[in-house]
C-alpha cells in the first residue's frame, strides 16, 4: 500500500496543474505576516513560523512533486484564516470593509474560474444536484 502511495505521489504519474495558483493565494497572508508580526505574538508563534515557511518552501518543491505539495499545502489553509483574522481585527471599520470585500472577490473568482474552465467540474459536478432539495 506504501509503496503504491509512494510511487504516485513522487513520481509524474499524477500532477497538480492548480498547485501553483494555490499557492500563489498563501503569498497575501505570508506577507502580511511577516510585515506585521509583532501583531501575531499572542499566537502560536512556532505555528505560524513553521507554517510559513513550509509554505514557501512548497513553491519550489511543487515544480518536482506538484501532487505532494498541493495535498500538503491544504492542511495550511488555516495559516491564511488565523493571519487574514488577526489582520481584518486590527483594522478599522471602513478598512475592514475593503478587505473583506476583496477577499470575497478573489475567492469568487477563484470558484467560478475552476466551475467554468475546469476538466473535473465539467465531469463530476454540472448540473449540480442538491438531493436535500429534490427531497422537498
Given at each position: 500500500?506504501?509503496?503504491?502511495?509512494?510511487?504516485?505521489?513522487?513520481?509524474?504519474?499524477?500532477?497538480?496543474?492548480?498547485?501553483?495558483?494555490?499557492?500563489?493565494?498563501?503569498?497575501?497572508?505570508?506577507?502580511?505576516?511577516?510585515?506585521?508580526?509583532?501583531?501575531?505574538?499572542?499566537?502560536?508563534?512556532?505555528?505560524?513560523?513553521?507554517?510559513?515557511?513550509?509554505?514557501?518552501?512548497?513553491?519550489?518543491?511543487?515544480?518536482?512533486?506538484?501532487?505532494?505539495?498541493?495535498?500538503?499545502?491544504?492542511?495550511?489553509?488555516?495559516?491564511?484564516?488565523?493571519?487574514?483574522?488577526?489582520?481584518?481585527?486590527?483594522?478599522?471599520?471602513?478598512?475592514?470593509?475593503?478587505?473583506?470585500?476583496?477577499?470575497?472577490?478573489?475567492?469568487?473568482?477563484?470558484l467560478y474560474v475552476w466551475y467554468?474552465?475546469?476538466?473535473?467540474?465539467?465531469?463530476?459536478?454540472?448540473?449540480?444536484?442538491?438531493?436535500?432539495?429534490?427531497?422537498?
Amino acid at each position: 500500500y506504501y509503496l503504491h502511495i509512494q510511487t504516485i505521489y513522487l513520481s509524474n504519474m499524477v500532477f497538480s496543474a492548480g498547485v501553483l495558483p494555490r499557492l500563489i493565494i498563501h503569498l497575501l497572508p505570508i506577507t502580511i505576516y511577516f510585515i506585521y508580526k509583532k501583531r501575531y505574538a499572542n499566537l502560536n508563534i512556532d505555528f505560524l513560523n513553521f507554517a510559513s515557511l513550509f509554505i514557501l518552501f512548497s513553491i519550489p518543491i511543487s515544480l518536482f512533486y506538484s501532487t505532494i505539495a498541493d495535498r500538503l499545502n491544504l492542511y495550511f489553509i488555516v495559516f491564511d484564516i488565523i493571519v487574514l483574522d488577526r489582520f481584518i481585527y486590527c483594522l478599522k471599520f471602513k478598512s475592514k470593509i475593503i478587505f473583506l470585500f476583496f477577499i470575497i472577490v478573489i475567492n469568487f473568482l477563484m470558484l467560478y474560474v475552476w466551475y467554468n474552465h475546469s476538466f473535473y467540474a465539467d465531469a463530476c459536478w454540472k448540473p449540480y444536484q442538491n438531493y436535500l432539495q429534490e427531497m422537498l
